[in-house]
């Protein structure tokens, strides 16, 4: 049996064997080539529309190992061609096929690993590639068609189709420009810009016919807010004089101007309703409807001028007619937050700095005194402490408790 075993291995008996290692070393080379391949290219997939899932440097190591078995087949079947041409022995021969047939076959199953580890995502990741051409193609006649339609339309100078129609235009050049070199993700993301234009081109062609109608109903709105915010106007002048006779002239200083800061914007409103209603009539219902908003916009300033001087008098006259309550709501909150630093275990930290509050609003009580008092400074000054007190009972319920002195 050795005897015959060693003749194998010589000129007389080379074929037989060299022909049966080839068929083994051949069968297991090409199953780990196919699987190899079908492999690489999903990777190649996946890198192409998913980059961000780093395929590629997990599949690296595996095509390494598939390529080292590559070139030992490759070099080992020229080894025994030579030997078959040649007529000379195969040292170890069997050996080195059951050792090149493992390697092959655990190169092979390190793909299996990775695919089936990866299976879903790098499925997943070829029917995107496979379909991105098509889609950028789809989203390019889209858009060609609605920019037809844009072009074609009535409302075609309306600010927002033409913002829109230049946006399609930019995005399809942008696809257009991209070479066959450009990695699939970058179509499609080009292709999803591209698409998101047109449909915004679309909705601004939908909504154009509305857009008169819209614009008459602002501007009659516009106009009417006009006309009752003029009449609000009207009580802040004797407002402001009644602040001046029954208080200290610090109490209403801050709203010297707000008479005619509020009468500049009813003005810029008024301004803003004219040049509305010149565009609506040139039939630019868009630009119409802008101008509505600005003039709201001058419309709410002029109210908050109304409405400082109007809610500072009768503030001031509440204050005035029971200054105490103010006061009384002031330490009712400092007394809430006292308790939640004992509740909690922090009066050691915060205990003197709310029993400061407590003087502070001493002294504020005591300086309403002669025959005008500042309620303004009164009520400024006790905000101030309130806010203090809140911002003190914000951090004390933030910090870990609690704790023991």
């Known amino acids: ?12 008996g080379n074929t037989e064997w060299i022909s049966q290692a080839r068929s083994t070393l051949a069968a297991a080379f090409l199953d780990m080539d196919q699987r190899q391949s079908a492999a690489e ?5 996946s890198a192409q529309v998913f980059p961000e899932r780093r395929m590629s ?9 598939c390529y080292d078995a590559a070139g030992a087949y490759l070099a080992f079947t020229e080894e025994l061609d030579n030997a078959e041409r040649d007529g000379t022995a195969v040292p170890q021969g069997q050996m080195r096929v059951d050792t090149l047939v493992r390697q092959l076959t655990d190169a092979a199953r390190a793909v299996d690993d990775l695919y089936r580890g990866n299976q879903s995502q790098l499925e997943h990741a070829v029917v995107v590639l496979g379909t991105v051409p098509q889609f950028a193609q789809q989203v390019k006649v889209a858009a060609a068609g609605v920019r037809g339609q844009a072009a074609e339309s009535e409302y075609v100078d309306y600010p927002s189709v033409r913002q829109c129609a230049a946006a399609v235009d930019e995005s399809l050049l942008t696809l257009e420009a991209l070479g066959s070199e450009v990695p699939a993700a ?8 591209l698409e998101s234009a047109t449909k915004a081109l679309a909705e601004a062609l939908a909504q154009a016919p509305s857009r008169t109608g819209a614009a008459a109903n602002a501007i009659t709105s516009v106009g009417t807010r006009i006309a009752a915010v003029r009449t609000r106007g009207e009580r802040l002048a004797p407002a402001y004089s009644e602040l001046l006779r029954e208080f200290n002239a610090a109490s209403s200083a801050d709203l010297a101007n707000n008479g005619q800061d509020s009468q500049r914007a009813i003005d810029a409103a008024d301004a803003a309703l004219v040049r509305a209603r010149a565009a609506a009539a040139e039939n630019n219902p868009e630009f119409a409807l802008e101008l509505t908003t ?8 002029a109210e908050q001028k109304v409405d400082a001087v109007t809610k500072r008098l009768t503030l001031l006259r509440e204050v005035r007619a029971n200054p105490q309550e103010k006061a009384k709501a002031v330490r009712f909150r400092l007394r809430d937050a006292q308790m939640l630093a004992v509740s909690r275990g922090l009066v050691g930290e915060w205990g003197s700095v709310l029993d400061a509050q407590v003087d502070r609003i001493d002294r504020i009580t005591e ?3 002669g025959r005008h008092p500042d309620y303004w400074a009164y009520v400024a000054e006790l905000d101030a402490v309130a806010e203090f007190v809140a911002g003190v009972v914000d951090r004390m ?6 704790r023991r002195e």
Do not use: C, D, I
């Open 1 to 12: 049996m050795t005897g015959r075993r060693r003749g194998w291995f010589r000129s007389s």
């Open 41 to 45: 290219a999903a990777v190649h997939a």
């Open 57 to 65: 440097a997990q599949w690296e190591p595996v095509r390494s190992r």
């Open 186 to 193: 970058t179509v499609r993301e080009a292709a999803g810009r």
């Open 294 to 301: 600005s003039a709201r916009g001058y419309l709410a300033e």
């Open 367 to 369: 300086n309403l005194s």
């Open 397 to 402: 319920r933030k910090q870990a408790g609690p």
